[in-house]
């Protein structure tokens, strides 16, 4: 007898999660013969942990995706900054391109902990390539003594051939924003990321406008 009164809870205790949903009790829903006092409490007390962790989920999974786009959406606005050339009194076109960024998403981002990269290419095909070597050993990668063209002139070989810079008229330019953005609650970080951190990634190519000698229009 026991034991089918167990049965019959757990069969129903969907139906009274949705019953807690709406309000109201369900009339199948787990409950002593002959006593209903308590039992609105006891299904939500059931159902408590689960709406928590959904609510729980949805805030963090909501946070994630505004800051994703707010820095898609800066570093769209900074590279549009970026291609004209234009020059801000006091500061260099990096320092603005990092202050929009900074203002496009609202102090949600530690500046201080973001890594911004605007780097400069020779071509769109070079984006994200190494400076080529001679592989003597035959091993895939670049390893110290091996020959390799100093394609930006700092005497070693580099894996990115990009050069830091916001670029000059015509130059494909890399904007890059890379940020370990902390997990509001331990149930999050327990589920995505690490160390109670997401990465959020953000990142787009464009061509300087050609503004010729002289600087920008
Ligand atoms: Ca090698
Ligand atoms: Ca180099």
Redesign the pocket.
């Known amino acids: 007898m026991v034991m089918s009164f167990f049965v019959m809870c757990g069969a129903s205790s969907a139906r009274a999660l949705g019953a807690v949903f709406r309000g109201r009790r369900f009339p199948g829903s787990c409950t002593a013969p002959g006593d209903d006092a308590g039992s609105a409490a006891v299904e939500f007390a059931f159902a408590a942990p689960i709406l928590f962790l959904i609510a729980v989920a949805a805030i963090e999974f909501g946070m994630v995706m505004l800051v994703t786009t707010l820095a898609e959406s800066a570093l769209r606005d900074a590279a549009r900054f970026g291609v004209t050339g234009l020059e801000v009194a006091g500061q260099t076109r990096l320092e603005r391109v990092v202050d929009m960024i900074s203002e496009r998403t609202f102090g949600l981002v530690n500046m201080e902990d973001a890594d911004i990269q605007v780097l400069v290419y020779p071509g769109f095909e070079d984006v994200g390539l190494g400076?080529s070597f001679v592989d003597g050993n035959g091993n895939g990668v670049f390893d110290a003594g091996e020959t390799f063209t100093?394609?930006?002139g700092?005497g070693?070989?580099?894996a990115d051939v990009g050069v830091a810079g916001a670029g000059g008229s015509g130059e494909v330019v890399v904007y890059r924003f890379r940020y370990a953005w902390p997990l509001l609650t331990p149930l999050g970080a327990g589920v995505i990321g690490t160390d109670g951190h997401l990465t959020i990634e953000a990142g787009l190519a464009v061509r300087n406008e050609p503004w010729g000698e002289g600087g920008a229009p």
């Open positions: 400076e100093d394609d930006n700092n070693v070989w580099d």
